[in-house]
């Protein structure tokens, strides 16, 4: 029994994470909250691999999963970039920017829960990325324009519902033995955390806005590409045409 039910306290840990992060920031404690964030995201890459190492993988923890990840991914870091960012602007703007950001987050899970999905890859980004990409850049607030966090929090909301492939690493497995040392891992990685909270944020926001940032340049390749042909078959098209009526 408890075995089985190993990897929803992984998943309870991320939800419990989540909602200390949004505790955090509307205590305006913006670092603590998103290092809050990232915490979650390892919590939450090691419920799946644990389920799948102990065979205990269920349709209640997958929803489980999905609900908590609304919260720690999708609610908190857009309530972490309101606070720091975004509260000064027009009250439509903030808020309507602001609750974008989740509502796309949890049509990204509904959408990747009930459509088959392509081996190896993700179907837009993931919203573990985009809500630790969000969260971590509040941390620039004194730096970057509000602007810019307007722009970024749309792009990052229209990312997750995009049909860009993004590399799936989830599926990377975890040997049996070394479940045991999980919690141990998570408890240094919150001692770290807690030592260097904007320093390892920003550390790690360069590493998910590059994993962000490499969907959206295939977005735009691809795009690209199809254009060229586009062009290339009305050329081809124009070039029939006056041959055959030159």
Do not use: C
């Amino acid at each position: 029994m408890i075995q089985k039910s190993l990897p929803s306290l992984f998943t309870l840990g991320n939800l419990l994470l989540g909602m200390f992060g949004i505790m955090m920031a509307l205590d305006g404690k913006i670092g603590m909250a998103a290092i809050l964030v990232i915490i979650a995201m390892l919590a939450d890459g090691l419920d799946g691999r644990v389920a799948r190492a102990l065979g205990a993988e269920s349709e209640f923890g997958k929803e489980l999963d999905s609900l908590s990840d609304v919260v720690s991914f999708g609610v908190a870091p857009a309530l972490i970039m309101y606070i720091s960012s975004l509260h000064d602007l027009h009250n439509a703007l903030a808020w309507s920017v602001t609750a974008i950001f989740p509502v796309f987050g949890a049509l990204r899970l509904a959408r990747f829960n009930v459509q088959p999905g392509i081996p190896g890859y993700f179907v837009g980004l993931p919203i573990p990325a985009a809500g630790g990409v969000l969260a971590t850049l509040a941390l620039f607030h004194k730096d970057v324009s509000p602007v810019y966090m307007i722009i970024a929090s749309l792009l990052l909301s229209y990312l997750m519902v995009s049909t860009v492939k993004y590399p799936n690493f989830k599926k990377v497995g975890l040997p049996k033995k070394a479940i045991v040392g999980a919690p141990i891992v998570i408890v240094i990685a919150v001692a770290v955390a807690v030592m260097f909270p904007e320093q390892i944020s920003k550390m790690i926001f360069v590493l998910l806005a590059l994993y962000a940032l490499y969907g959206f340049k295939q977005n735009v390749d691809r795009l690209t590409a199809r254009r060229r042909r586009g062009r290339s078959r009305r050329r081809q098209d124009d070039e029939m045409y006056h041959s055959k009526n030159g």
